[in-house]
């Protein structure tokens, strides 16, 4: 089976990677605008620095100088000649600084007249730039003072790509760890979201043939309550129809029987009017069918009725005095006579289930039961505990084919008896729609061969019984 896509799913992914996407756009934006503000922060400690230090730079080669002439030498105590070193090179010295950038002092003609130790292995460029600049990747500032002399600052460190390095982990980390958490609680909030469609979900899978009420749209958000109008308009018009169709059904069942009765009448008296003439036989043939029609008409209408829905009960009764009246009308017949015997020991058989649906349901398996049974052999209605009651017949086996299709419309097994395959099918519908189920099997329980059908009744949350009116033993009435 192809795994269908989920909507909840799709949205958390969508939610979750665009809150990605909006915080890595935030981040850039935010790592975009500190290190604007750290590259103005670091140039402007380069223009100060250079401000502060080439006055100091200018007023110690004075100070070491010759009579104030702009002489390079060497920062040594005695400031000889011989100490000084050439114009080209400049001399070597320093003036205390922070140890994140380093300098380069020269006089008015572009000779290196201090050059810090950190500078060494600084390829200085041809024309010195003033102001900012960017040489050999790294930033510089130049400032020439009212007396020629320049300081170029160069900045050594690498605080800069290391503020903003800190910066894209500071905002780069959370992120990965709240992603897991941004997905989770987008799932979560999706699918607390999605409970309502999943409420509507089950109310559309409780309707069926037996239910089709209209849909409650109370509770429902604004997105679902048309879809749940329009569910249970639509509802509403199969229920119509579904009505016709019964009331259709069962009126015309209802109505077949009197003609038929009075056909079959007539028959039988035309039969005994003509005896052994010609014709008899026909006649015989005719009563046959028609009986077999009336049986099917009053199958109609058990099946009719079933489907009206009037199986339900809420309320418990003792169903016992109904099941010794059905068998008490078989074994009243001349067909079946004293052929059903009841086994009650397992007490009273008590189920909320109305009395009119068990009697036929027990009505058309015990005729089952009868027809394809071994001819002559008894059948055992056995009142077994747990609100079940049990139908076992003698004859062959079933086999397992056949045991499968019992129970559906029009399906009959393997038998030569009349019938129209409807009675099993109408057991099983009563007891499906009072909440109970109906079991077949063969070999029986405990034989070798006969076929066994097991009614489990439902028990209602009403516990009250209902043996009949009060201190008369009155049997609940009962139309099978």
Known sequence: MTRRPSIALRLALGLTTGMALLWIGAAAISVSVMQHELNEAYDDSLEQSAQRLLPLAVHDLRERGDGGRLV??????GGDDDDRPDAGDGPAGSVPHDSSFTYVVFDSQGVIMLRDQQAADFALPADLPEGFADID????????????????????????????MDAISALGFPLLALLPLMAGGVW????????????????????????LEPLLS????????????????????????????????????????TPIAGALAQTQQLAAELGNGPGAARLVEIEAALKKLAKLSEKLLQLARVEA???RSDREADLLPVLNMVVHDFNAS????????????????????????F??????????????????QPVQVIAAAAGAVRIVNQGGLVGAADLAR????????????DGNGLGLSIARSILEQAGGSLSLQSPASGAMDGFEAVMVLPRGDNRQTNHGAPGTGATPKVKA
């Open 218 to 257: 109370d509770g429902h958000p604004a997105e679902l309550a048309p879809i749940a109008e329009a569910v249970g308009a639509l509802m509403s018009r199969l229920k119509s129809a579904l009505d016709a169709e019964r009331s259709f059904a069962a009126r015309s069942a209802h109505e077949l029987r």
């Open 309 to 311: 829905g009037f199986a």
């Open 188 to 211: 979560l909030a999706m699918r607390l979201a999605l409970r309502p469609l999943e409420a509507l979900r089950r109310d559309i899978a409780k309707r069926d043939s037996k239910n």
């Open 406 to 417: 019992l129970g559906q419309p029009f399906a009959r097994g393997d038998t030569a008896a």
């Open 72 to 77: 390079g030498g060497a920062y040594n105590e």
């Open 334 to 357: 001349t067909l079946w006579h004293d052929r059903v015997h009841v086994d009650a020991a397992g007490g009273g058989v008590v189920a909320a289930i109305d009395p009119d649906a």
């Open 137 to 164: 990747g790294q930033r510089t500032f130049g400032l020439t003072d009212r007396n020629g002399f320049s300081i170029l600052i160069v900045e050594t460190s690498d605080r800069r790509l290391n503020g903003v």
């Open 359 to 376: 009697a036929i349901a027990l009505r058309n398996l015990i005729e089952n039961a009868l027809k394809h049974g071994a001819a002559g």
